[in-house]
């Protein structure tokens, strides 16, 4: 089964909120297994003020917590209440971290995780960010279940 969601859906699944919910909408997932997100990169992001003035470019550290957000959608049911108390999802370890070619205003980042392993309150998974379909970064990424 896929599914989509929007910008609203997906703040109804975890606590994120701009300018730090990195993930614009989902146009694809099945719970607890795959997902494919997208973040718009506009040159008003806020981060943009200071990395880097005159060339700006998306962090890389940034294109990781987008891929965890959109790790952390797979295991969110929807709710009323998203707070960090309604049942957190952390991430605890990221592992094989690579980037390969810089993010800057205007490109559309595609968001692909994959669940590798669940295991107690743990999911490993496999993210990868792409923009165009060329690989821009990619990881695997650890995070716990509330």
Partial sequence: M???LSHEE???RIPHRPPFLLVDRVIAFEPRK?????KQISGSDPVFQGHFP????FPGVLILEALGQMGAILFSE???DS???AGGKYLARVDRARFLRPVVPGD???LEVNV???FGNLVKLEGRASRGGELVASAELTFTIG
């Fill in 2 to 4: 896929s599914a989509t």
């Fill in 10 to 12: 997906i703040q109804k």
């Fill in 34 to 38: 795959h997902g494919l997100g997208i």
């Fill in 54 to 57: 005159g060339h700006p470019i």
């Fill in 78 to 80: 929807e709710c009323e």
């Fill in 83 to 85: 707070s960090p108390d």
């Fill in 108 to 110: 559309s980042l595609e």
């Fill in 116 to 118: 590798l392993k669940i």
